[in-house]
C-alpha cells in the first residue's frame, strides 16, 4: 500500500461516519447512504493518486457524495420533494441544494448512532453496522475482530439495513422514555466492542487493542454528541482507565500478566487522567449513577492505587454492593467476592463463590472455577484448586487464557 492509499484510509476512516450521517439525513436510507459514501471513496481512489490529496480532504468527500445524493434523488424524481421538505423553495441549482444540507452534522451523527444500534437489530448486527457505519471498518476488519467468516459479517450487515428498511425505522434522534432505552443500547454496544478487544472471547491473543482503540473513539464520540448525560461519560471514563492498562497486561509473549501482577509504571497515566476526568464529569452531572459510572468509579479505585496492596478493596466492594443493586447479575456477585476476599480474606470471598456455583448464568463462564481456584490456592487446597483451574480451562475458548489456566493448575501439583 502506497502512501495516497494510506492516506486515504486514515481519512475515510476519520470521516466516514459523517459522510454517511449527511447522506442518510438526505435520502433517509442508511443502506443507501453508505453506498452513496463508497461511490464517492471510489473516486478518491481515482482521482487523489493522480491529482494528490486535497487540503481538506473531508470536506471534498463530503462534497462528492452529497453531489451523488442529489443526482440519485434527481433521477428518482424526489428532487423537487425533497427540496420542499428542506427549505420550502422551488427547486434550485445542486449548489444551492448542498447550502441548505449544511446543517449541524453532529445532529446527522446523533441520528446515525440511535439508527445503527436500533432495538429491532440483534445485538451482533448492531455491533457490525455500528463498526461499519461509524467505525469505518471494512467487512474483511470486522470479521477478523470478531474470528467470524468474511460472508457471515457481510450477510449481517446486508439484513441489518434491509431490517431497518422494512421496519421503517426513521432516521432522527428519540425522545422521552424511548430515547433512553436507546441510549442504553448504544452504550451496550460500545462497551462490547471495547471488551471484545480488551479481553477477546476467542482466539489466539488475549487482547485486540484496534478494537478497543475503535469503541474509545466511537465512546468519545458520542460524549461530545451527549454532553449532558452521565453514563456516556461514565462509560467513557472506563475505557479511558481500562485502556490505560493495555501495555501492562501482556508479556513479550503475548502471555497474559494479572492485575495484580502487571507493571504499573507501564501504565498510560495519560489515559488514566482522561478517564478520572471523564469519571468527574458524569459524577458533577448528578442524578442516580449508573452502571458504567460506578464501574468507572471502581476502575478509579485501581488507577489510583499506586500499587496493588495500595488498593482500596473496602471502597470496591463498597461500590460492588450498589453495582449489584443497580444491576443484578451474577456475574457482577462474582466480582464482588473477588473484592470482598481481598478486604476481608479468601475464606470470606469463597463463601460467596460458592452461593453462585448453581446459577444458570455462570454454567459455562470459565471465571467461576478460575475465580475459585485462586481462592483455594491462597487458601492452601491445592489439590482442590487444580481440578477448578482445569475445568476453567475447559470452559475458556481464548488460547492464551487456557495456557494461563492449565499453568495454574500444574502449580497446584
Known sequence: MNETQRAIDAIWRIESARVIAVLARMVRDVGLAEELAQDALVTALETWPRDGVPKNAGAWLMTAAKRRAIDHLRRGKMLERKHDEIAHEPPAVPREIEDVLDDDVGDDLLRLVFTACHPVLSLEARVALTLRLLGGLTTTEIARAFLTSEPTISQRIVRAKRTLAEAGVPF??????????????????????????????????????????????????????????????????????????????????????????????????????????????????????????????????????????????????????????????????????????????????????????????????????????????????????????????????????????????????
Not at 468519545?220 to 452521565?230: I, V
Request: aromatic residues 4%; glycine residues 8%; contains cysteine.
Open 172 to 413: 432522527e434522534v428519540p425522545h422521552g422514555d424511548d430515547r433512553a432505552a436507546r441510549l442504553s443500547s448504544v452504550l451496550a454496544v460500545i462497551y462490547l466492542v471495547f471488551n471484545e478487544g480488551y479481553s477477546a472471547t476467542a482466539g489466539d491473543d488475549w487482547m485486540r487493542p484496534a478494537l478497543c482503540e475503535d469503541a474509545l473513539r466511537l465512546g468519545r464520540m458520542l460524549a461530545g454528541l451527549e454532553p449532558d448525560e452521565p453514563e456516556v461519560h461514565g462509560l467513557v471514563a472506563l475505557m479511558e482507565i481500562q485502556a490505560s492498562r493495555t501495555r501492562a497486561r501482556t508479556g513479550p509473549d503475548g502471555a497474559p500478566i494479572l492485575l495484580a501482577d502487571q507493571n504499573r509504571g507501564q501504565w498510560d497515566h495519560l489515559l488514566i487522567a482522561r478517564g478520572l476526568a471523564a469519571l468527574e464529569r458524569a459524577l458533577a452531572l448528578g442524578g442516580d449513577e449508573g452502571p458504567y459510572t460506578l464501574q468507572a468509579a471502581i476502575a478509579a479505585c485501581h488507577a489510583r492505587a499506586r500499587s496493588a496492596d495500595e488498593t482500596d478493596w473496602a471502597r470496591i466492594v463498597e461500590l460492588y454492593g450498589v453495582l449489584a443493586q443497580v444491576t443484578p447479575s451474577p456475574i457482577i456477585e462474582l466480582n464482588r467476592a473477588v473484592a470482598i476476599a481481598m478486604a476481608q480474606g479468601p475464606a470470606a470471598g469463597l463463601a460467596l463463590v460458592d452461593t453462585l456455583r448453581d446459577e444458570p448464568v455462570l454454567a459455562g463462564y470459565y471465571l467461576l472455577p478460575g475465580v475459585r481456584g485462586d481462592l483455594l490456592v491462597k487458601l492452601g487446597r491445592l489439590a482442590e484448586a487444580r481440578v477448578e483451574f482445569e475445568r476453567a480451562a475447559q470452559l475458556t475458548k481464548n488460547e492464551r487464557e487456557r495456557k494461563l489456566l492449565l499453568d495454574r493448575a500444574a502449580a497446584c501439583l
